[in-house]
């Protein structure tokens, strides 16, 4: 006797595009699967069949890959179709007749990703990132400061005892100046570049070697804006002690729900 038990299926999520076609990528997807378009009512969805359960494994080379493949799958769609909505790493729909489910969730959600993709469109995503060199601009700061510069003239003229304590004056002072201007090129940036954004986001920093990350964003630029873009954050790489990391363009996936 057969067993009427039916399995329970998957189809893994790239991006979500407008199309009414059924579309084949070929064999580009996460462990080289074949890669197609399930279309419901203008929007399509480009996905894989797999397994009803997550991508999961303790090799972070394998993981590292994997991640590799669905921005590859993400990229192509986009030459295809100019604008999509990147869904992130690992979002599988499942259901017993799973391709289904992708329509019937494409229906449900159509408001709101037609909403993204008009969010989006015309549109790209960068990273930028901004540090500075902590070492130069307490140097500056020493030169500048009226306060620093007599305490550090007291400590060249002071016996070793007292030149000591001077010293912990000078670094607190700049410990507090520092705070100050961290604030103040911190607003004075962000306005600077937000007026060519359409949207931007504050990330948190990250640690890098030597020099002090001031701030972290994700900006949603207009693509024949990103010239200008480009110009501006050059005007801030070329400060003292500055330095500019400009990294895209992405999938906008800081600016899509």
């Not at 999961?56 to 493949?69: L, T, V, Y």
């Not at 912990?168 to 507090?176: C, E, P, R, S, V």
């Not at 873009?229 to 500055?242: S, V």
Request: net charge positive; with cysteine.
């Amino acid at each position: 006797m057969k067993s009427t038990e039916t399995k329970e299926q998957g189809r893994y999520l790239y991006c979500i595009a407008r199309d009414n076609k059924q579309t084949s990528f070929g064999k580009i997807g996460i462990e080289y699967s074949e890669v197609y378009t399930i279309p419901s009512n203008e929007l399509t969805a480009v996905v894989h069949d797999c397994e009803a359960k997550a991508y999961d494994s303790k090799d972070e080379e394998k993981i590292k890959q994997w991640i590799k493949q669905h921005e590859n799958v993400i990229e192509k769609a986009q030459e295809k179709f100019k604008t999509v909505v990147p869904l992130s790493f690992d979002v599988i729909i499942k259901g017993e007749n799973a391709s289904k489910e992708v329509a019937n969730w494409l229906q449900a959600e159509k408001e709101r990703l037609e909403r993204n993709l008009e969010k989006v469109k015309g549109k790209q995503e960068f990273g930028v990132q901004i540090s500075w060199d902590i070492a130069i601009i307490g140097e500056k700061l020493s030169k500048e400061k009226e306060e620093i510069k007599n305490l550090v003239n007291k400590a060249e003229k002071a016996p070793r005892g007292k030149a000591y304590f001077i010293k912990q004056k000078i670094k607190k002072a700049l410990k507090q100046e520092i705070e100050k201007l961290t604030d103040k090129k911190f607003k004075q940036f962000y306005l600077e570049i937000k007026k060519h954004c359409h949207d931007i986001k504050v990330e948190k920093n990250k640690r890098i070697e030597e020099k002090q990350m001031l701030m972290n964003l994700s900006c949603l630029i207009e693509k024949n804006k990103v010239e200008l873009f480009g110009k501006e954050l050059d005007k801030i790489n070329k400060l003292e002690g500055f330095s500019v990391r400009f990294t895209g363009p992405w999938p906008p996936y800081s600016f899509v729900t």
